[in-house]
Structures are given as C-alpha cells and as structure tokens.
C-alpha cells in the first residue's frame, strides 16, 4: 500500500468520524439527559422510537466514549457522557445476585437477563477504559472484578449464582459456544493493556485460545463452527453446521492482536486461517458483501435473515483485512480491504442524515432505516473507524501496529 494511499485512508476514517458519526450521535436521542445512560433505539434522524435500554450498549457506550476521550483528547461532552452511563451501569445494571440485566426500562427497572455473561464482557472493557479517561481505582476493580467472575463461569458453569439451564437438556446434547471465549479473549487483552498484567492475562488468553483452536477451528473443514459438542465432535444439525463470517472475522483480528503481543507466530498463522477461511466462504459473489450465515456443507440455513449484509460483520472485516495487510504485506489482503471499503461506503452509509445503515437485503438495499436499536448503536462503527485511523497513522510513519484491545 502506498504513502499516499495510507494518508488519504487515515483522513477518510478521521473525517468520517468527526464529520459524520460522532455529530449524529451526539445529535440524536442517545445521552438520557434525564435518568442517565443511553438510548441506542433511535430512528433514521436520531429520534427515539423505544427507551428501553439495552445494557449491553450501557458497557459500548461507556467504552466509546472513554476511548474517544483516551484517544483524541478530553471533551467535555464526551467525558460527561461516559460518567453518566457509569453511573446508570452501577446503580441500574446490576442484579443483586451480580449478574447483569440485559434490558431495563428508562428509569433503570429490570425487564430481563438472560444466561449469557455478554452483559459482564462491555461491562469489563467500558470500565477498564473509563479507568484510564478518570484515573479512578475502583472502576478498574469493578472491571478485573467482572473478569474474573465470566471466568469463573467459563471454567465451571454451575458457578453461575443466576442458576439458568441451558437451551437444550445438556445431559443429552452438551454443547460448546465459541462466542464466550470470543469475548473472555478480547475481555483479557484490554485488561492486559491497561493493568499491565501481563503474565496473568497471557495464561488465561493462552488457555481460552486452546480451547477455540481444539474445539470449534476446523482445519479440514477450512472454517470456525459457531457451536460444537462440549469434546470438538461435529453437531449435525443447522445449529452445529452455523458458520458465523462476521464473528469469525471478529475473532480472527483478536487473534491476530494476542499474537503480535506475545510474538506466537503459529496462533497468528491460525488466525490468518480463520480470516481466510471466512472471507471465501462469507462473500456474496453475485452482490458482494458478506453473507451473516453460512452452512458449513451448503445445505439451508434455519436463519431467517441468513442472506442479508450486517453493518458489524464489514466493520470488523474492514479491521481483520487492513491489520492482516499490514501484518503480512500480501497483496490478497490489500485486495480484500479495497473491496470491502467500497462495498461499505458505496451501501451502509446515509450521505443525506449520517451515519450508517445497519442492515441490508441481499442484494445492498436497505432493509431497515433506523440508526440504533438495542442491537446497534455507537460501538461497532466507531471501533472501526478509530482502529482503522490509528492502523493507518503507525502504517505512515513506520511505526509498530498498535494493541487494539
């Protein structure tokens, strides 16, 4: 890639982000100015359609706009948002069992949990950067304290005070998910970065990575399943045959950052594979864009929405693509990034109102107009665009690539 291309890259992700996402949010119905936190339903203009908050975005939001302020300099507005849902995370989120509600009312009532600990996960890394914008101990022990407590659940289920069962009987079907250690992965390289812990979170990527590689990175199989029996066998079902693209493409760039900091040269080369493997089997040849599911063997997805182009997917791929480029110097990854940024910018984004479009048909039309719901708000756009800009910033000046988690 050339000077001049990388330049003219790190302005139009710069620029994206000041000029156009950052103001639409900041714009829009997010900050509840009257019980704290965030509201991520918001229509095509930035006008709320549900208050309902979704606490998962309590832990993004937290994360964004500490990281905005971590990153580009204090602003007011920025740091006043972050404390806001700090506050609302610590007096609303929290079930008196530990466990993390996954939706409340506007107020801060709990209308549901559920019995994954994704909630715990944003709260982790929010907290964590929230400790570097205000310098606070305790927010940094709130969030080594959550850490350790998903761990605890990873390693031992019935650890867990909420008590659920799982899905289906796991006496007859015991299943393994790849999107816990997904999360305790990049959970674990944001702690490690910011306590400087390094011994401690090294151990624990190293033995959650085994589990991924040993269990869902199917080599002869040239993909990564989404669920798998609890021993690595093959569930041959829809739910066994689910490949995820976008979560797979996620991972992979997790991956390939534990490997540049702890210098594992056969973890990056799988971590390449992932990429690799999911960019061929995700791409839509016909419309382009990434397809959401796939079925390992090709046979129908269950999915209803199966064929249609996420937002979150092309973000992550547009990170996994350009630090793989960066990494590698193959000119296939080059060419994998310039498609995918010419897909994104030519389909996701709303030139007349601002930021993106979070989901389209197959073949790149819009399917649904609003900006955020309790799925989509200011995380995985804003993630993209910062990370991209400082790829490209160290790529110009020939500096090492940065920690990304």
């Known amino acids: 890639m050339t000077n001049e291309k990388i330049l003219s890259l790190k302005k139009h992700y710069h620029d994206t982000l000041f000029s156009d996402v950052v103001p639409f949010w900041m714009g829009s119905d997010l900050i509840d100015k009257e019980y704290g936190g965030f509201i991520t339903s918001v229509d095509r203009e930035g006008k709320s359609y549900n208050d309902d908050k979704s606490v998962w975005f309590q832990g993004r939001c937290l994360w964004t706009f500490s990281k905005l302020?971590?990153?580009?300099?204090?602003?007011?507005?920025?740091?006043a948002a972050a404390d806001?849902?700090?506050?609302?995370?610590?007096?609303?989120?929290i079930d008196t069992d530990g466990r993390m509600f996954f939706t409340v009312?506007?107020?801060?009532?709990?209308?549901?949990?559920?019995?994954?600990?994704?909630?715990?996960?944003?709260?982790v890394v929010g907290f964590a950067e929230?400790?570097?914008?205000r310098g606070n101990r305790e927010d940094l022990e709130l969030a080594t304290k959550y850490f350790d407590f998903m761990y605890s659940m990873y390693l031992d289920p019935a650890a867990d005070p909420f008590k659920i069962t799982p899905k289906e009987n796991a006496e007859v079907r015991p299943l393994h998910s790849n999107t816990n250690p997904m999360v305790l992965v990049s959970s674990a390289q944001t702690l490690r970065r910011i306590t400087g812990n390094k011994e401690y979170y090294d151990g624990i990527i190293a033995?959650?990575?085994?589990?991924?590689m040993t269990l869902h990175y199917k080599e002869e199989l040239k993909c990564v399943l989404e669920t798998v029996y609890s021993d690595g066998t093959i569930l041959d079902n829809p739910t066994g045959r689910t490949i995820n693209p976008g979560h797979s493409i996620e991972n992979s760039w997790f991956l390939m950052n534990a490997a540049i900091n702890t210098g594992d040269?056969?973890?990056?080369k799988k971590a390449l594979n992932i990429l690799d493997w999911s960019l061929d089997i995700g791409w839509d040849e016909q419309h382009g864009g990434i397809y959401y599911f796939r079925d390992v063997y090709g046979r129908p997805c269950e999915q209803l929405e199966h064929d249609m182009k996420l937002w979150w997917v092309?973000?992550?791929?547009?990170?996994?693509?350009?630090?793989?480029?960066?990494?590698?110097?193959e000119e296939k990854y080059e060419r994998w990034y310039d498609k995918l940024h010419d897909y994104c910018f030519s389909h996701f984004t709303d030139k007349e109102l601002g930021e993106w479009y979070g989901y389209l048909h197959r073949d790149g039309t819009v399917s649904h107009e609003q900006k955020g719901s309790l799925w989509k708000g200011p995380y995985h756009l804003l993630r993209c665009l910062i990370l991209c800009e400082q790829?490209?910033?160290?790529?110009?000046?020939?500096?090492?690539i940065p920690q990304l988690l």
């Open 69 to 79: 302020c971590n990153t580009y300099g204090r602003r007011e507005e920025w740091a």
């Open 84 to 93: 806001s849902g700090a506050k609302f995370i610590r007096e609303h989120c």
């Open 105 to 123: 009312t506007r107020d801060g009532k709990p209308l549901r949990k559920r019995r994954y600990f994704f909630s715990e996960s944003f709260l």
């Open 130 to 133: 929230y400790y570097l914008l």
């Open 207 to 212: 033995r959650i990575v085994s589990d991924m």
């Open 265 to 268: 040269k056969e973890l990056l």
């Open 314 to 329: 092309h973000n992550e791929a547009l990170i996994a693509t350009l630090l793989a480029a960066r990494l590698t110097g």
């Open 391 to 400: 790829m490209l910033g160290a790529w110009a000046e020939g500096k090492e």
